[in-house]
């Protein structure tokens, strides 16, 4: 199977800026997209941000023109830059890739997550 090791997250002022990375390994044949998801306390898990192979970035409106999605295709790792972060981008932040395996079709794999803090 897929495994993804996400780091970066950390504490945080408001106005600062963290970067992401999520390092894909296991029977991986492609890549074909990469994505960051967050989930805060009491929340339900939402997109945040994805790339796909050929470069196309989407952002959802509450992070677009803060965060920057970017990727390494030969290290198999996506980035996640933050800036002008908020407390609301409090949460647990979650890599998602959708790959080809060797052995099995096309799938999701999701990542353990990184804490985000963000306070005043």
């Known amino acids: 199977q897929v495994q993804l090791v996400e780091s970066g997250g950390g504490l945080v002022q408001p106005g600062g800026s963290l970067r992401l990375s999520c390092a894909a390994s296991?029977?991986?044949?492609?890549?074909?997209?990469m994505s960051w998801y967050r989930q805060a306390p009491g929340k339900q898990r939402e997109y945040v941000a994805s790339?796909?192979?050929?470069?196309?970035?989407n952002y959802a409106d509450s992070v677009k023109g803060r965060f920057t999605i970017f990727r390494d295709n030969a290290k198999k790792t996506v980035f996640l830059q933050m800036n002008s972060l908020k407390p609301e981008d409090t949460a647990v932040y979650y890599c998602?890739?959708?790959?080809?395996?060797?052995?099995?079709?096309?799938?999701?794999?999701w990542g353990q997550g990184t804490q985000v803090t963000v306070y005043s």
């Open positions: 790339i796909i192979s050929g470069r196309s970035t």
């Open positions: 998602n890739v959708e790959a080809q395996t060797f052995l099995v079709g096309r799938g999701d794999y």
């Open positions: 296991g029977n991986i044949f492609s890549i074909y997209a």
